[in-house]
């Protein structure tokens, strides 16, 4: 299954894993370019991916599929072609007042959709 990914740059990570801009080949979707996040094998990403396959909202990154190799499970999801919502909040000259508003609006939205389904969000 992971020949059909192929890896270009690295995008970020943390404690839970790495993530990198990758082209996807599926006969789902066709040829797409994803975010993918290698995370090792754990019980606990069991229940987060069934979590993850049952979003479905405007306002949030949209979950493709997941991938097995040899000691990772690789989470395909929508690419933010613009950067990361944390790389802009962090730096608030970025974006306009007229857009923070906005995306306020939005991140508002998804955080209770979210909440509706379950995800534990402390708010």
Known sequence: MSDNLTYHEYLGGGASGSVYR???????FGTTEVAAKKIRIDSEITTQLKFLKRLNHKNIIKY??????????VILTE?????SLYDYLKDKDKLPKHLLHRWI???AHGVNYLKKYGWPIAI
């Open 64 to 73: 493709y599929d997941t991938v097995l190799e040899k000691e990772h499970v």
């Open 79 to 83: 690419y933010a072609a613009k950067g």
């Open 22 to 28: 990758v082209t996807w080949k599926s006969k789902e």
């Open 105 to 107: 609006f939005h991140l």
